[in-house]
Structures are given as structure tokens and as C-alpha cells.
């Protein structure tokens, strides 16, 4: 409580589903359907009793951004009816396209909270080089103390 989360990296499991979302240019509405096999991979993970207060949000990333606004929106809208239906907790808004900055935060972020750095000294954290395939940027304690 009033801290950050505690995690066992050591126990963390990690999916990955390709292909992405931007395959699905030919037939949006069943970009969504990608989108099952990993909820159900957390649904194992996370206790049947969290479901309902455990957030579950979407931030599409490089290669969606590179995609024509209508067609993103399909695929985007398709994604938002699997999640409503999860048994998570979502609200439509928290499926969103993030610029590549952000996706640098989450690297800076998640890099010194596996470091044991976050909440420490902002000049005992680590800084990060994040190359994406559409995107680079550089993230250190600087960037976050203004």
C-alpha cells in the first residue's frame, strides 16, 4: 500500500503471439481474435478473484502507427469487443496508440524496477538506449526529474 507493487521476476511468465496486430490489414475485425489466446494465458496467471479489479489496456505501438487512421480504427475497435468481454476490467479508452517517447518510458521504467532503482536516487537509476523498428529513444533519470 502507498509503494510499488512487488513482483517475483523470477516466477514472471511472458507470451508473445505473432504475428502483431498490423498483420490484420486484410481483415480487421478479426484482428481482435489475436487478442484471446493471451487473455487466456493471464486468466491462468492471475487469481480468479482479481479478475473483475485487474485493468487490462492495450497500447498499440510502431508498426500500427504506420497503418491508415480508418483501417487502425477498425482494428483497434475489434480489439476493444474481445476485451470488453474478458472478464477484466477495461474502459474503451484504454486502448490507445502510444508515440514512441512513451514506449521509451515503459523501457526506462521497466528496466530499473527489474534493476531494484525505481523510486531510488533519480542519479542511481539506469538509463536505457530503446531501439523499436520504427522509433529510437533514449530515456535516462533527466528526461524524468522536471
Known amino acids: 500500500m502507498g509503494g510499488f507493487p512487488l513482483l517475483d521476476l523470477k516466477s514472471m511468465a511472458v507470451m508473445r503471439k505473432m504475428p502483431g496486430l498490423s498483420s490484420y490489414l486484410g481483415d480487421p475485425e478479426l484482428s481482435g481474435e489475436s487478442l484471446v489466446e493471451l487473455l487466456e494465458f493471464a486468466k491462468e496467471k492471475v487469481p480468479n478473484d482479481w479478475h473483475k479489479v485487474t485493468e487490462v489496456r492495450l497500447m498499440a ?18 480489439c476493444r469487443r474481445v476485451l470488453r468481454l474478458s472478464g477484466f476490467q477495461f474502459k474503451d479508452d484504454w486502448t490507445t496508440m502510444i508515440p514512441g517517447f512513451d ?44
Open 61 to 78: 505501438t510502431a508498426c500500427l502507427r504506420m497503418v491508415e487512421v480508418g483501417l487502425r480504427e477498425r482494428i483497434l475497435e475489434s
Open 103 to 146: 514506449e521509451g518510458v515503459y523501457a526506462w521504467v521497466a528496466a530499473n524496477y527489474a534493476l531494484g532503482s525505481l523510486g531510488s536516487d533519480p542519479e542511481n537509476t539506469t538509463g536505457i538506449l530503446e531501439l523499436g523498428g520504427e522509433s529510437a529513444q533514449v530515456n535516462s533519470c533527466s528526461l524524468f526529474m522536471t
